[in-house]
């Protein structure tokens, strides 16, 4: 290995491996390179490549000769696309094999560049050396790159564990099965849906979805989630509580972020759902006999308008709620989850899946409801999907 470590454009300098049968060759191309600051190993035939790089992932270029004994510069290449650690290092081939099918063959092998030998001055002092600077710049660039989304994964990872902890954490509720679904369309979503009880015996009912997706939206159900329980455990009325979550979100996320939501108040001695909607697909209904109506309400999204302005009103409705119907809230990803020909799911069909499956217990439906998922687009959903389902 040359001890000619330089003063090289990178840090740490760029290290290129000479690949050739020749001593002479490789010495002429590590004399002529050293001005450039790299520091060099060298290999007489590909299976000593091998053996280096091994050792060494570390090299950031090599210069290739063809015609070589042991391992040739053909099988040297075919050994690299066979392995992706090795595929990384750009290759730039100096042979004196300077046909077409030798040409042709060497690039359709990823190749970064090809000199003939002998080597001109011009190739030897300026081509060849950009060559290999624009070739390591990239090489590097891309390192930085799959670093930087390796991190990215790993931060989407810790959300999405993290936002385990906005799911609903009851199982037995009193008199009440309920039953999630949740299928973030990008490993974290901005879906937040739950109940839990609230002082006094009721039980609370939320559902959010906040616009986009991803760790901001996250990041906007994760106030939610801090918010929602303790306002509707101070305040009877849910549109008042929309009211104070708007007024937050207001203050607290930024200007394009708005939320719609479904906010209920479940009270068991009365069989009465008070509940509210902000811009939220309306909740289905369905009777013991499996007919469905639906929630209507009309009000505006959360985050977009202040308090005092006239477009913001939200007023509680109140429905009673009798032994053997069946609440349905869901966010508008799983109407919209389109089939295999591109169609989304709507809301005819929803309520068909609602008739057809209407003798299963809460926790069976939401599993049926998967698997249309999965039927509609696999893991390709274009938006994020969460369902409660409440069977009193």
């Known amino acids: ?225 801090a918010l929602v329980p303790r306002y509707l455990g101070s305040h009877y009325s849910p549109a008042r509580v929309l009211e104070l979550l708007n007024e937050d979100l207001l203050r607290l996320t930024p200007e394009d972020v708005f939320v719609t939501t479904f906010l209920g108040r479940y009270t068991p001695r009365s069989n009465i759902l008070r509940w509210c909607l902000a811009g939220h697909p309306s909740p289905l209904l369905q009777d013991r006999s499996g007919e469905v109506t639906t929630l209507e309400q009309s009000s505006p999204f959360l985050g977009v308008f202040s308090n005092d302005q006239a477009l913001l009103q939200y007023c509680d409705r109140q429905s009673e709620l009798t032994g053997g119907q069946r609440l349905v809230i869901y966010t508008d990803g799983l109407v919209d989850a389109p089939n295999a020909l591109g169609e989304p799911m709507g809301m005819e069909r929803l309520k068909q899946l609602l008739e057809q499956h209407r003798a299963l217990e809460a926790s069976k439906l939401a599993r049926q409801l998967a698997v249309e998922l999965g039927q509609c687009d696999g893991d390709h959903l274009p938006d994020d999907v969460a369902v409660i389902i409440m069977d009193f």
């Not at 050739?20 to 790299?38: A, W």
């Not at 042991?70 to 075919?78: A, C, W």
């Open 1 to 225: 290995m040359s001890q000619d470590w330089g003063q090289g454009a990178w840090d740490p300098p760029a290290s290129i491996m000479v690949v050739d049968d020749s001593r002479l060759n490789r010495n002429l191309l590590t004399e002529s390179l050293s001005q450039e600051g790299y520091r060099f190993w060298e290999a007489s035939h590909g299976l000593e490549a091998v053996e280096t790089l091994s050792r060494n992932p570390e090299v950031d270029l090599i210069l290739l000769d063809l015609m070589m004994p042991v391992m040739d510069g053909f099988s040297f290449l075919q050994w690299r696309m066979d392995t992706p650690e090795a595929r990384a290092i750009p290759v730039i081939v100096n042979s004196s094999l300077d046909d077409v099918e030798s040409l042709t063959k060497v690039l359709a092998m990823d190749c970064y560049g090809y000199f003939v030998k002998p080597l001109s001055e011009v190739d030897l002092k300026l081509v060849l050396p950009l060559k290999i600077r624009n070739a390591v710049n990239a090489k590097r660039m891309m390192a930085d790159l799959r670093a930087k989304n390796q991190i990215m994964a790993d931060e989407l990872e810790l959300a999405a564990r993290y936002q385990q902890f906005l799911l609903p954490k009851q199982k037995e509720l009193p008199g009440l099965k309920a039953a999630w679904l949740f299928k973030p369309c990008r490993g974290v979503g901005g879906d937040y849906f739950d109940f839990f009880e609230l002082p006094g015996g009721d039980l609370g009912l939320v559902m959010a979805d906040v616009a986009g997706h991803g760790v901001a939206s996250a990041m906007t159900a994760s106030i939610l989630k």
